[in-house]
C-alpha cells in the first residue's frame, strides 16, 4: 500500500504564494507518477499538476499554468506544489494521487490509485 500526506495549506491573501507538500510512504510506493488536484465546496474534484516518476514530465490545467509549479524530490519521497499569484478561485481542497502506472502520466482522477487525505487552502483577504 501507499500512503500519501499533504501538507503546507492554510489561508493566504490573494497574490500570495503557497507550497504544498505530498510526502509519500509505503513499500510499494516507488516514487510513481503523482498529480494534484482540487476540490472547491459543491464542485467536482478536478485535475491541477501531475509529475512523472522522474519528473521530467510535467502537466498542468490551463486555469493554473504559468503560475503553478510541480516538483519533486525522490529521495525524499516527496512531491511539491509551489502556487503563485493565487486567486480566490483556487480556494478548494488539495489532494495528492500517486499512479500505479509508470506508463503514462494522467490528467483523469479514476488512473490514480492512492490519494491523501487532503490540505485546505483559502485564498481571502
Known amino acids: 500500500q501507499v500512503q500519501l500526506v499533504e501538507s503546507g495549506g492554510g489561508l493566504v491573501q490573494p497574490g500570495g504564494s503557497l507550497r504544498l507538500s505530498c510526502a509519500a510512504s509505503?513499500?510499494?510506493?516507488?516514487?510513481?507518477?503523482t498529480g494534484w488536484f482540487r476540490q472547491a465546496p459543491g464542485a467536482e474534484r478536478e485535475f491541477v499538476a501531475a509529475i512523472s516518476r522522474l519528473g521530467l514530465r510535467t502537466l498542468y490545467a490551463d486555469v493554473v499554468k504559468g503560475r503553478f509549479i510541480i516538483s519533486r524530490d525522490n529521495a525524499k519521497n516527496t512531491v511539491y506544489l509551489q502556487m503563485n499569484s493565487l486567486k480566490p478561485e483556487d480556494t478548494a481542497v488539495y489532494y495528492c494521487a500517486a499512479d500505479h502506472d509508470d506508463n503514462r502520466l494522467s490528467i483523469y482522477k479514476v488512473e490514480y490509485d492512492y490519494w491523501g487525505q487532503g490540505t485546505q487552502v483559502t485564498v481571502s483577504s
Open positions: 509505503g513499500r510499494t510506493f516507488n516514487n510513481n507518477p
